[in-house]
C-alpha cells in the first residue's frame, strides 16, 4: 500500500522485455549482452587486480543495464545502471519529477535497516571477488527522483554496498556497507545526502520552475536549462573503498531500493572499470603542453617527466622493470632512462625527468613507448602500463621584424626595439 502522507500521484509504469532509452545526452540500454549480470560485471565494471565468480542479480530485469554518460552531466563516461524502477527512466531531460516504474518486487531487509522504512522494489547485483592487493575501490553517483521535493518526509529511498569477508583489522566484515558520505560512517540515503544535508556532495537536477517548483532554489545552485537526467538530484561522483586481505575471498551486494512506499525510482551508475584493487599508475607530464597531460614532447624545451603512483600496498620495496621502444632513438633522440625503477618503502609517487634532445635535424614526429612488464610482489599484482609519446622538432624561426635603424649620439637616453617572431616554440633570448 502507498503511503498515504506521501502526498502525491503515483504512475506505475510496467516495462517488460529489451528497454532502450537515449533522451538528452544520457544513454540506457539492457539490449544482449547488457542484460547479463555476467557480462556487465566481468566485462563492463571490473577493472584490474580482482577476479570474479558467483555472479546473481536480484529484482526485475528492466532494472540493472549499461549507460552511456559521455556527454551527460552525470559526472561518468559510462557503466552499470541499477534502480528501483526501470533504467529506461533514467535518462532526461528532466521534465517530469515524479517518473516511475512499480515493478511489484520485494524489498531488502539490509536496505531497510539502513532507510529505517520499508522497502520495495529493491535490485541486488552480487558477487564474489578475489582482490589482488590491500585495497578495495569503485565509484558511483547516486540519483533519484525523490529529490527534492520529499526530502525528510517519510519517505528515504536508498542503496548500499555490503561487504563481507576478512578483516585486515581483525575480524569479518558481515555486510559491512561501504557506501558512506566521505569522511564519515554515515550511509548515503535521500535525507543524508541532499541540498542542505552534506549538499557539497549534493548536485540538483532540476530548476526552480520543475513541476513541483524547488525548496532547494534558494540555497543552492540548480539548472536552467534542459539537463540530461530525469533524476531530479543525485550525487557527486564518489569513491567506495574498503582494506582487504589479497588472495582472500569476498562477497560484494550492490543494492538499491524505494523506501517508505513504491513510488519513484532511484538509480545508482556504477563506473565502468573503476572496481579494482589499485595498481600501478604511469603518466606523462609535460608543462610546455598543450594540457597537463599531453603526450607530445619538443625538443629540447620544458621539463617533461613520468610520473608513477602506486597505490596498494606501501610497505614493500617495489622494483618496476621501465622498457622503451618506438621509432625515437635511446641515447641519441632522448637521455637514456633507467630499466629499473625503485619505489622505497612509503614512497607513493616518484617523478623520472624526460631529457629530449634538441639535435637541429628536421626528422619530423618520432614515437617513445614507455611500457612496463607485469608485476607480481606476494600477493600484490600490478598490470602491464604501456604510453605513446611523441618527439616533435622544433619549428625554426622564420622571420623578425624589428623598427628601422636607430641612430642615436652618446650618452644614450635609452631606446626601445620591437621583434615579432613567426615559428619557433617556447622562450627567445635576443642578442644586440
Known amino acids: 500500500m502507498m503511503n498515504p502522507n506521501h502526498f502525491r500521484v503515483f504512475i506505475a509504469t510496467l516495462l517488460l522485455g529489451v528497454s532502450m532509452n537515449s533522451f ?20 563492463v565494471l571490473v577493472g584490474g587486480g580482482v577476479t570474479t565468480s558467483n555472479i546473481s542479480f536480484t529484482g526485475a530485469p528492466v532494472s540493472i543495464g549499461f549507460f552511456d554518460g559521455t556527454n551527460s552531466n552525470i559526472g561518468l563516461d559510462s557503466g552499470i545502471i541499477i534502480t528501483s524502477g526501470s533504467i529506461a527512466n533514467a535518462p532526461g531531460p528532466n521534465s517530469l519529477g515524479s517518473t516511475t516504474t512499480g515493478n511489484g518486487t520485494p524489498g531488502n531487509p539490509l536496505l531497510t535497516s539502513v532507510s529505517g522504512f520499508n522497502t520495495f522494489d529493491a535490485s541486488i547485483l552480487q558477487f564474489d571477488f578475489v582482490p589482488l592487493a590491500d585495497t578495495l575501490e569503485f565509484k558511483y553517483v547516486f540519483g533519484s527522483e525523490e529529490y527534492p521535493e520529499f526530502v525528510g518526509g517519510s519517505v ?3 542503496f548500499g554496498f555490503f561487504l563481507t569477508g576478512p578483516d585486515p583489522n581483525g575480524g569479518n566484515y558481515t555486510d559491512e556497507n561501504i557506501a558512506l558520505i566521505p569522511g ?44 540530461s537526467v530525469e533524476y531530479d538530484g543525485f550525487t557527486t561522483v564518489l569513491t567506495a573503498k574498503a582494506p582487504v586481505i589479497c588472495g582472500q575471498t569476498y562477497i560484494i551486494k550492490m543494492a538499491i531500493a524505494d523506501a517508505g512506499d513504491p513510488a519513484y525510482d532511484s538509480g545508482v551508475f556504477l563506473e565502468a572499470g573503476s572496481f579494482v584493487s589499485p595498481s600501478l599508475e604511469i603518466s606523462p607530464t609535460a608543462n610546455l603542453a598543450n594540457s597537463p597531460n599531453d603526450t607530445a614532447l619538443i625538443e629540447g624545451c620544458g621539463d617533461p617527466y613520468l610520473e608513477i603512483i602506486r597505490n596498494g600496498n606501501i610497505n614493500d620495496t617495489l622494483l618496476i ?26 614512497v607513493t609517487q616518484v617523478n623520472l625527468p624526460l631529457v629530449i634532445f634538441y639535435d637541429l635535424l628536421a626528422e619530423g614526429s618520432e ?44 650618452p644614450a637616453s635609452g631606446f626601445t626595439v620591437e621583434a615579432e617572431p613567426q615559428g619557433g616554440y617556447g622562450y627567445f633570448k635576443y642578442n644586440w
Request: net charge negative; aromatic share 8%; glycine share 6%.
Open 184 to 227: 564519515t560512517t554515515t550511509p548515503i540515503t535521500i535525507n543524508d545526502v541532499n541540498c542542505q544535508n552534506n549538499s557539497p556532495f549534493y548536485i540538483c537536477n532540476e530548476a526552480a520552475s520543475g513541476p513541483f517548483g524547488n525548496p532547494c532554489a534558494a540555497n543552492y545552485a540548480c539548472p536552467t536549462g534542459v539537463t
Open 367 to 410: 614515437i617513445l613507448v614507455l611500457y612496463t612488464d607485469p608485476i607480481i610482489t606476494d600477493c600484490f599484482t600490478y598490470d602491464p602500463v604501456q604510453i605513446f609519446l611523441t618527439i616533435e622538432d622544433q619549428p625554426p624561426i622564420t622571420w623578425v621584424d624589428t623598427l628601422p635603424d636607430i641612430y642615436f649620439d652618446c
Open 321 to 346: 622493470p621501465l622498457n622503451t621502444g618506438g621509432t625515437a632513438l635511446d641515447g641519441i633522440d632522448y637521455q637514456s632512462l633507467p630499466d629499473t625503477i625503485v619505489m622505497l618503502p612509503g
Open 156 to 158: 528515504n529511498d536508498v
Open 24 to 43: 538528452g545526452q544520457l544513454i540506457t540500454t539492457n539490449v544482449a549482452p547488457n542484460n547479463d549480470p555476467v557480462h556487465l560485471v566481468q566485462n
